[in-house]
Nanobody, 112 residues
Framework: EVQLQASGGGLVLAGRSLRLSCAASGFTFDDYAIGWFRQAPGKEREEISCSSSVDGTTYYAESAKGRFFVSVDNAQKTVHLIMTGLKPEDSAMYYC?????WGQGTLVTVSS
């Protein structure tokens, strides 16, 4: 059974930073995509980052470029999302995913 658990969310002031972490267990394939998406109430899901285990490249959403950074450990199948310069519009539930699996999210709230 594939399980993912995201952690590290919380309430922060605008302009501050936050580090989210996620570990995937039970996933046995060597080729995969791993990353983060978020969803705020009343808004569509937005993919924030997607990293390929095949070539090591990472895609970032335009909203994340220059502010969010991803660290991936393919051996451990863990992914961290370092978010800097947070804005109120970054407030959302953040989920990590590996290929087609995702788990419970972690809530990020940015106050102005």
């Amino acid at each position: 059974e594939v399980q993912l658990q995201a952690s590290g969310g919380g309430l922060v002031l605008a302009g501050r930073s936050l580090r989210l972490s996620c570990a995937a267990s039970g996933f046995t394939f060597d080729d995969y995509a791993i990353g983060w998406f978020r969803q705020a109430p009343g808004k569509e899901r937005e993919e924030i980052s997607c990293s390929s285990s095949v070539d090591g490249t990472t895609y970032y959403a335009e909203s994340a470029k220059g502010r969010f950074f991803v660290s991936v450990d393919n051996a451990q199948k863990t992914v961290h999302l370092i978010m800097t310069g947070l804005k109120p519009e970054d407030s959302a539930m953040y989920y990590c995913f590996i290929t087609d699996y995702w788990g419970q999210g972690t809530l990020v709230t940015v106050s102005s």
